[in-house]
């Protein structure tokens, strides 16, 4: 065999894919549980104004069907539970105190799903608001122990919920850092975050690093103050 002939029979290496060719979402229902606080509030918004279908849970179903007619949009509310069951990709709003508590009770209804987990471990005293750190590491990576049947990933922790629910603001002027162990999973939820108008969904790594991506809140919250802003993120050069 010549030279010529080994360099044509040698695998040719597939071109790498482009990180902004992202799935289509459009047909997937979300589910936010946490629906009726102001950020699951918001998100829940949000997806529904852009055309996504939107199921928001809450532990009392009535709170959360009110707070779905107040959101308009087709956006439906249920418990818990029946969202969860109902959704493809299911929005972890709820707050850290019962972040825990919530999935355990879960853990068969999220079986399958994707999941994607926005809340952020803090605490607050005297000088503001402070990271606090969970055994797991995360909150993300405490979601992924306690729920192995799903494909656990971490979004939305940087947004305002003030912004959010604000019908007059049409669009959200920040990145949203996306973390996961699959590239696929990842790019469904970069997608969704892409779906917001101004808003970008960026690959920042895999759940073990969530945690510095969860305690950034608490900077957020001091530069909000100080600055009478609702401040959110960029990634420059990408």
Avoid at 97 to 117: I, M, Y
Avoid at 121 to 141: H, T, V
């Amino acid at each position: 065999m010549t030279s010529s002939d080994s360099a044509q029979a040698a695998p040719q290496k597939a071109p790498a894919k482009d990180p902004w060719d992202l799935p289509d979402v459009s047909g997937l229902v979300v589910g936010v549980l946490g629906g009726t606080g102001p950020q699951g509030k918001g998100l829940a918004y949000r997806l529904a104004k852009a055309g996504q279908k939107v199921i928001i849970g809450s532990r009392a179903a009535d709170r959360a069907r009110t707070a779905a007619e107040e959101l308009g949009h087709g956006v439906e509310g249920t418990d818990n539970a029946e969202c969860a069951r109902r959704s493809d990709v299911v929005i972890v709003a709820v707050p850290w105190e019962g972040h825990g508590d919530t999935l355990a009770a879960l853990r068969e209804d999220l079986a399958g799903k994707l999941v994607v987990d926005c809340v952020n471990p803090l605490g607050f005293d005297k000088k503001g608001a402070y990271a606090l750190k969970p055994e797991e590491g995360s909150a993300a990576e405490q979601a992924a122990a306690l729920l192995p049947g799903s494909r656990v990933t971490a979004a939305f922790h940087h947004l305002s919920a003030v912004l959010l629910q604000d019908p007059a603001i049409e669009e959200i002027d920040t990145d949203v850092m996306v973390l996961g162990e699959e590239r696929a999973d990842v790019e469904t939820v970069q997608a969704l975050a892409g779906r917001i108008p101004g808003m970008r969904g960026v690959f920042a790594g895999r759940l073990r690093n969530a945690h510095q991506v969860e305690s950034l809140v608490a900077n957020l919250i001091s530069v909000n103050r100080r600055y009478k802003a609702h401040a959110g993120l960029r990634v420059t050069d990408v």
